[in-house]
T-cell receptor, first 108, second 118 residues
Framework: GQNIDQPTEMTATEGAIVQINCTYQTSGFNGLFWYQQHAGEAPTFLSYNVLDGLEEKGRFSSFLSRSKGYSYLLLKELQMKDSASYLCAVHSNYQLIWGAGTKLIIKP | KAGVTQTPRYLIKTRGQQVTLSCSPISGHRSVSWYQQTPGQGLQFLFEYFSETQRNKGNFPGRFSGRQFSNSRSEMNVSTLELGDSALYLC?????????????????FGAGTRLSVL
């Protein structure tokens, strides 16, 4: 079957760094995507990885290891507005297969 | 460029009724995907359309159907509504022209239609 796992919830402190992990098992792989979703809003695209390694975009970075079926999203200098759910998704056979999301709680 | 537009934003229906939701993709995007999102369930894939053809379908009953028009706008229909159909329905478009990875597979979401079935 196809499966994507990520922690249900994480808590971090404002100004700190947090790493959200994602492991996947899918029949195909055309890229791994990270989205942010604030409560009551639609998901918004953050980053994607196709090749192994680290992709950096400002305070956010995403890492991929295809051989291990593993990715992480790294958020630096956390701000209160980063409180949201973070969704990991794998593109396979014309569709994105989604994890259940990680709810990130930021404390002052 | 305008984003993905979904109408209506909110709907209240009763069991047994049917509903049609509409999605207008970003101009130039030809792929449209539909998702159901409920608390604790994450995003559940319904179907994906490209050039008026359904390319992929999730594990939903036949009461859920969709279509795409020549201008890439898409509709989804749910017949014989059940209480469990209450959810946020999201539409996403992407510029993908065919198979392959890279940025063409990024999906851009509309604000969603929140359906409540009473």
């Amino acid at each position: 079957g196809q499966n994507i796992d990520q922690p249900t919830e994480m808590t971090a402190t404002e100004g700190a760094i947090v790493q959200i992990n994602c492991t996947y098992q899918t029949s195909g792989f055309n890229g791994l995507f990270w989205y942010q979703q604030h409560a009551g809003e639609a998901p918004t695209f953050l980053s994607y990885n196709v090749l192994d390694g680290l992709e950096e975009k400002g305070r956010f970075s995403s890492f991929l290891s295809r051989s291990k079926g593993y990715s992480y999203l790294l958020l630096k200098e956390l701000q209160m507005k980063d409180s949201a759910s973070y969704l990991c998704a794998v593109h396979s056979n014309y569709q994105l297969i989604w994890g259940a999301g990680t709810k990130l709680i930021i404390k002052p | 460029k305008a984003g993905v537009t979904q109408t209506p934003r909110y709907l209240i229906k009763t069991r047994g009724q049917q509903v049609t939701l509409s999605c207008s993709p970003i101009s130039g995007h030809r792929s449209v995907s539909w998702y159901q999102q409920t608390p604790g369930q994450g995003l559940q894939f319904l179907f994906e359309y490209f050039s008026e053809t359904q390319r992929n379908k999730g594990n939903f009953p036949g009461r859920f159907s969709g279509r795409q028009f020549s201008n890439s706008r898409s509709e989804m229909n749910v017949s014989t509504l059940e209480l469990g159909d209450s959810a946020l329905y999201l539409c996403a478009s992407s510029p993908v022209e065919g198979t392959g990875a890279l940025a063409k597979n990024i999906q851009y979401f509309g604000a969603g239609t929140r359906l409540s079935v009473l």
